[in-house]
C-alpha cells in the first residue's frame, strides 16, 4: 500500500515509517522543513511539504495514497483547544477525500489514553471522559475519525500512553527526567502510588501498521504494554541512574517542583491493551519503560536537558 505518513519525522513517526517501508509499503511522509525532507528520503520513504494547517497539502497526499496515517499534533499548551481544532480540521480534510475516492482505504489517526477516566483500568470501548478538559478537547478528534467509518473509510484510533518510550524524549518520562537533572533530586507526589501505562515506540510503530492493514471500521487500538508503573518505581529507577536522592512531594509543593509538567507528575492513568491484541494479534516485545530510563536519561543529556 501507499501510505501518507504525517508527524513522519517525529519521535514515534519516525519508527512508523521504519517499521511501513520494512514491510514492503510505500511512505509519503509530510514533513515541515528541509532537514525532514532529507530525513525521509534517507530512510527510503518520499517527502510531501507542508504542515498539518495546510488543509490542501493534507488532501493533496491523501489523495495520493490508499491510507493515512495522522501522528502530527501542533504542542502549543498556551492554546491546547486551538491545536485540537487544527486536529480535528486535519483529520476532516484527510478522511473526506479518502471517503471521495472510494475503494478500501484506510484512517488511523493518533488519540491518548490520558483522555479516558483517571483513577480506573481504561479499554479500548472506553469513550474518551467528556467532562476532563484534555478529554474534552483531544478526544473529541476520536468521533471525527471514526464517523468515517460510515462513508466507507476504514477509519481507527490509536491511543498511545504517556509514557510512549524509547531512545528519545519518551512522552512524561521526558520532563519527569528533565526536571531531576535541574533540581537533583528525583521526586515523586505523596505515597506515589498513582500509576502511567506505557509502551515502547517500536511496538507502537506495529500496531499502526496493523490497524492500517486489517483494522475493523469504527476500532479503537491501545498501544499499551504496561497497564500502570507505580510513578515512584519510576522516581526510584531515575534516582538511582543519576545517583541522587529519591524524595516524596507534598500536593501543596507539586507546581513549584514540577512547573508545567505539575499535571502529569500527579496523573492516575491505566489502560489495557487486551482486546488490542486480540483483534489484531499485537503482542508487545519491546522493553519496558524501566529499562529505557538509561536510554532516555541519554538522550536528554545529549540534547543539553
Same mark, same amino acid.
Given at each position: 500500500?501507499?501510505?501518507?505518513?504525517?508527524? $513522519?519525522?517525529?519521535?514515534?513517526? $519516525?519508527? /512508523?515509517?521504519?517499521?511501513?517501508?520494512?514491510?514492503?509499503?510505500?511512505?509519503?511522509?509530510?514533513?515541515? $522543513?528541509?532537514?525532514?525532507?532529507?530525513? !525521509?528520503?534517507?530512510?527510503?520513504?518520499?517527502?510531501?511539504?507542508?504542515?498539518?494547517?495546510?488543509?490542501?497539502?493534507?488532501?493533496?497526499?491523501?489523495?495520493?495514497?490508499?491510507?493515512?496515517?495522522?501522528?502530527?499534533?501542533?504542542?502549543?499548551?498556551?492554546?491546547?483547544?486551538?491545536?485540537?481544532?487544527?486536529?480535528?480540521?486535519?483529520?476532516?480534510?484527510?478522511?473526506?477525500?479518502?471517503?471521495?475516492?472510494?475503494?478500501?482505504?484506510?484512517? /488511523?489517526?493518533?488519540?491518548?489514553?490520558?483522555?479516558?477516566?483517571?483513577?480506573? !483500568?481504561?479499554?479500548?470501548?472506553? !469513550?474518551?471522559?467528556?467532562?476532563?478538559?484534555?478529554?474534552?478537547?483531544?478526544?473529541?478528534?476520536?468521533?471525527?475519525?471514526?464517523?468515517?467509518?460510515?462513508?466507507?473509510?476504514?477509519?481507527?484510533?490509536?491511543? !498511545?500512553?504517556?509514557?510512549?518510550?524509547?531512545?528519545?524524549?519518551?512522552?512524561?518520562?521526558?520532563?519527569?527526567?528533565?526536571?531531576?537533572?535541574?533540581?537533583?533530586?528525583?521526586?515523586?507526589?505523596?505515597?506515589?502510588?498513582?500509576? %502511567?501505562?506505557?509502551?515502547?515506540?517500536?511496538?507502537?510503530?506495529? #500496531?499502526?501498521?496493523?490497524?492500517?492493514?486489517?483494522?475493523?471500521?469504527?476500532?479503537?487500538?491501545?498501544?499499551?504494554?504496561?497497564?500502570? /508503573?507505580?510513578?515512584?518505581?519510576?522516581?526510584?529507577?531515575?534516582?538511582?541512574?543519576?545517583?541522587?536522592?529519591? /524524595? $516524596?512531594?507534598?500536593?501543596?509543593?507539586?507546581?513549584?517542583?514540577?512547573? %508545567?509538567?505539575?499535571?502529569?507528575?500527579?496523573?492516575?492513568?491505566?489502560?489495557?491493551?487486551?482486546?488490542?491484541?486480540?483483534? #489484531?494479534?499485537?503482542?508487545?516485545?519491546?522493553?519496558?519503560?524501566?529499562?529505557?530510563?538509561?536510554?532516555?536519561?541519554?538522550? #536528554?543529556?545529549?540534547?543539553?536537558?
Amino acid at each position: 500500500m501507499r501510505v501518507f505518513v504525517t508527524g $513522519s519525522t517525529g519521535f514515534v513517526g $519516525s519508527a /512508523v515509517v521504519k517499521e511501513l517501508l520494512s514491510a514492503g509499503h510505500n511512505v509519503l511522509g509530510l514533513a515541515r $522543513s528541509e532537514k525532514g525532507v532529507e530525513q !525521509l528520503k534517507s530512510q527510503g520513504a518520499e517527502a510531501l511539504y507542508g504542515t498539518i494547517e495546510d488543509l490542501e497539502v493534507l488532501k493533496k497526499g491523501a489523495s495520493e495514497c490508499d491510507a493515512v496515517i495522522h501522528l502530527a499534533f501542533v504542542h502549543n499548551f498556551d492554546d491546547f483547544a486551538g491545536s485540537c481544532a487544527t486536529d480535528r480540521a486535519a483529520i476532516t480534510a484527510m478522511g473526506s477525500t479518502l471517503a471521495a475516492a472510494g475503494g478500501d482505504r484506510a484512517l /488511523v489517526i493518533t488519540s491518548g489514553t490520558m483522555g479516558l477516566t483517571h483513577g480506573k !483500568l481504561g479499554d479500548e470501548d472506553d !469513550l474518551a471522559d467528556m467532562t476532563s478538559p484534555l478529554g474534552a478537547s483531544r478526544g473529541a478528534s476520536e468521533p471525527v475519525c471514526l464517523d468515517f467509518a460510515k462513508h466507507g473509510v476504514r477509519a481507527s484510533v490509536v491511543r !498511545l500512553p504517556p509514557t510512549t518510550h524509547g531512545p528519545g524524549f519518551s512522552g512524561f518520562m521526558g520532563p519527569f527526567i528533565t526536571v531531576a537533572l535541574q533540581k537533583s533530586v528525583s521526586a515523586y507526589v505523596g505515597d506515589g502510588q498513582n500509576r %502511567w501505562c506505557a509502551g515502547h515506540r517500536d511496538d507502537a510503530a506495529k #500496531l499502526y501498521r496493523l490497524a492500517m492493514e486489517k483494522a475493523k471500521p469504527g476500532s479503537i487500538f491501545h498501544a499499551v504494554a504496561e497497564e500502570g /508503573v507505580p510513578v515512584k518505581d519510576l522516581a526510584t529507577e531515575v534516582g538511582k541512574q543519576l545517583n541522587i536522592p529519591v /524524595v $516524596s512531594i507534598p500536593p501543596a509543593k507539586v507546581q513549584e517542583h514540577f512547573g %508545567w509538567f505539575h499535571f502529569g507528575v500527579v496523573a492516575d492513568n491505566m489502560a489495557s491493551s487486551v482486546k488490542t491484541s486480540e483483534r #489484531l494479534g499485537w503482542t508487545p516485545t519491546g522493553s519496558t519503560v524501566i529499562e529505557d530510563v538509561p536510554v532516555i536519561i541519554d538522550y #536528554l543529556k545529549s540534547q543539553g536537558a
